[in-house]
């Protein structure tokens, strides 16, 4: 970080150990710790939780060093005024909390679930919904950062937008993504609701038609084909029910089939199996938070163990809990799988997911927007409420958005 007299090596070593070698007299050396106490104090300021993936994300805009976890959570550790909640957080998830809040605190616009017109006001919102609509928001490479990316975006997009709040922001793209299906997902990030993958299953699931199968590959096509399907999975588990999660992935290996609920009208395998259609042989078992399994209606359950729980249990399958749908599109094929990958007899692991920033069990990954303006930082912009990273397409110049570098310590 030039603008502080840090190089990157400095600040490696201070994410390592939270200590610099000394610039100068002990009142005029700016350490990290004050940096890091001055960024959550600004996103106090900017009603914005402090969570470790924004923690990481604002460090490497101001130094150009991105923290590892136990870098990240060092240096926390070793910054007066400051502790992690909960202090031991394995996951970027946790929250960096101040001993004392700084004046002009207003409260975190996420944990005061206001209404959509107290976020922001109807003309607000109606301009993020234009211009989240058109897409056009630069490629991330961090998938932790895809809410950031497109916060930055809509900040140098809109003048409306330009001055809310970077918690108000992040609200109204949470929003736009879980409500009002303005946002979508497509491998990973977010993309224009249309161009979604959340669009591509309603649409499949409006015309009967699979999501995520390739030319050739065989399916579930119909109800018996799904029963027996069910019966098989049961029967070769070893313990008389399988666990939901684990229906496609163990169709896939031992059926050699794809398992796709839009074939039968549904966009989640939950509401395909609580589908009248599917009849009263079978039924769902444990607990919804946690681990639902299927089994055959009436059937023992494992003894206790066996990694079956108990609570709730027998919840029939047989109510059609199916809603109508108002949207039509084509098929879009997935990507060839590896070879090898649809063995009858293999072992198949469970999908390991990371979590969405702002959802707490959204899974995402690295993927591509298509063509897209490349970005640069162009500075720090300080407000009212704190402060403001300008995050715009690099053919739009380097002079704008340029503000002063971050103080030090009083």
């Given at each position: ?68 976890h136990p870098e990240l959570t060092s240096l926390i550790e070793s910054t007066s005024g400051v502790y992690m909640d909960p202090p031991t957080s394995k996951r970027l998830s946790f929250r960096a909390v101040l001993d004392e809040t700084p004046s002009g605190f207003r ?24 211009v989240l609509s058109e897409g056009g928001w630069p490629v991330t490479e961090e998938p932790l950062f895809k809410y950031i990316t497109v916060v930055c975006w809509i900040q140098d997009k809109s003048e409306v937008l330009a001055d809310i709040s970077f918690g108000r ?30 669009y591509d299953r309603v649409a499949n699931a409006l015309n009967g038609r699979p999501s995520g199968v390739n030319p050739g590959e065989d399916f579930v096509r119909d109800w018996e084909d799904l029963r027996q399907v069910l019966r098989t999975l049961i029967e070769q ?174």
């Amino acid at each position: 970080c030039p603008s502080l007299g840090w190089s990157r090596c400095d600040m490696a070593l201070a994410g390592r150990t939270g200590i610099l070698p000394r610039q100068g007299p002990a009142e005029d050396v700016f350490t990290p710790q004050h940096l890091m106490r001055w960024i959550v104090s600004s996103l106090y300021l900017d009603e914005a939780i402090p969570r470790g993936w924004l923690l990481q994300w604002y460090w490497s805009i101001l130094t150009g060093v991105k923290l590892g976890h136990p870098e990240l959570t060092s240096l926390i550790e070793s910054t007066s005024g400051v502790y992690m909640d909960p202090p031991t957080s394995k996951r970027l998830s946790f929250r960096a909390v101040l001993d004392e809040t700084p004046s002009g605190f207003r409260g975190f616009v996420q944990e005061d679930s206001l209404p959509a017109d107290e976020v922001v006001s109807p003309e607000a919102w109606k301009e993020a919904e234009a211009v989240l609509s058109e897409g056009g928001w630069p490629v991330t490479e961090e998938p932790l950062f895809k809410y950031i990316t497109v916060v930055c975006w809509i900040q140098d997009k809109s003048e409306v937008l330009a001055d809310i709040s970077f918690g108000r922001l992040l609200q109204i793209v949470n929003n736009c993504v879980h409500k009002r299906m303005i946002l979508g997902h497509r491998d990973g990030t977010l993309v224009p609701y249309k161009e979604s993958e959340e669009y591509d299953r309603v649409a499949n699931a409006l015309n009967g038609r699979p999501s995520g199968v390739n030319p050739g590959e065989d399916f579930v096509r119909d109800w018996e084909d799904l029963r027996q399907v069910l019966r098989t999975l049961i029967e070769q588990s070893g313990v008389g029910e399988i666990e939901v999660s684990q229906l496609k992935l163990q169709c896939r290996a031992r059926c050699q089939k794809e398992l796709s609920e839009t074939v039968f009208g549904h966009c989640s395998l939950t509401k395909l199996l609580d589908d009248s259609g599917l009849g009263p042989e079978f039924e769902i078992r444990g607990d919804p938070t946690t681990r639902l399994r299927v089994a055959i209606a009436g059937s023992a359950e494992p003894a206790s163990g066996s990694g079956s729980s108990p609570k709730e249990a027998g919840t029939a399958i047989g109510e059609d809990n199916s809603k109508s749908l108002d949207l039509a599109g084509e098929l879009t094929p997935r990507a060839p799988r590896p070879a090898g990958s649809s063995k009858p007899d293999a072992q198949v692991a469970p999908v390991q997911q990371e979590d969405d920033p702002l959802q707490d069990n959204d899974p995402w990954a690295n993927s591509s927007l298509g063509k897209v303006q490349k970005t640069e930082i162009t500075g720090v912009q300080s407000t009212s409420r704190g402060v403001r990273i300008r995050k715009v397409p690099a053919w739009r110049g380097r002079g704008r958005g340029r503000g002063p570098v971050p103080p030090g310590p009083s």
